[in-house]
């Protein structure tokens, strides 16, 4: 099981822990909401939790709790610039279906 990083967004990563002046990486995981019932949740993490996976790529820790790797593995996080919008972008292998809004996806 492995999630991965892209180097784009773990230049953003680093950039974005830089800042901040503390933090370890980011946490990946799912929660139930939205039309298509799982959504993403990305959170920077300071401390992290003795129960998470811990993969490391391009210098960026991205931790994920072990409920959530079923619905990630195999999952790459980029970030990307398309006009004047920036963000995080998740492709997962795993989806079988996205919402209209785009906020929430099925495996």
Same mark, same amino acid.
């Given at each position: 099981?492995?999630?991965?990083?892209?180097?784009?967004?773990?230049?953003?990563?680093?950039?974005?822990?830089?800042?901040?002046?503390?933090?370890?990486?980011?946490?990946?995981?799912?929660?139930?909401?939205?039309?298509?019932?799982?959504?993403?949740?990305? &959170?920077?993490?300071?401390?992290?939790? @003795? $129960?998470?996976?811990?993969?490391?790529?391009? *210098?960026?820790?991205?931790? !994920?709790?072990?409920?959530?790797?079923?619905?990630?593995?195999?999952?790459?996080?980029?970030?990307?610039?398309?006009?004047?919008? &920036?963000?995080?972008?998740?492709?997962? @292998? $795993?989806?079988?279906?996205?919402?209209?809004? *785009?906020?929430?996806?099925? !495996?």
């Amino acid at each position: 099981m492995a999630v991965t990083i892209t180097e784009a967004a773990a230049r953003h990563v680093s950039k974005y822990l830089a800042k901040r002046g503390k933090g370890v990486g980011v946490r990946l995981g799912v929660k139930t909401t939205g039309c298509s019932g799982l959504a993403y949740q990305l &959170e920077y993490v300071d401390e992290p939790d @003795p $129960n998470d996976v811990v993969f490391e790529s391009h *210098g960026i820790k991205l931790l !994920v709790d072990p409920k959530s790797l079923a619905y990630l593995d195999g999952t790459e996080l980029d970030f990307v610039r398309e006009g004047l919008n &920036e963000g995080f972008k998740f492709s997962n @292998p $795993n989806e079988r279906d996205r919402c209209g809004c *785009g906020e929430s996806f099925r !495996v």
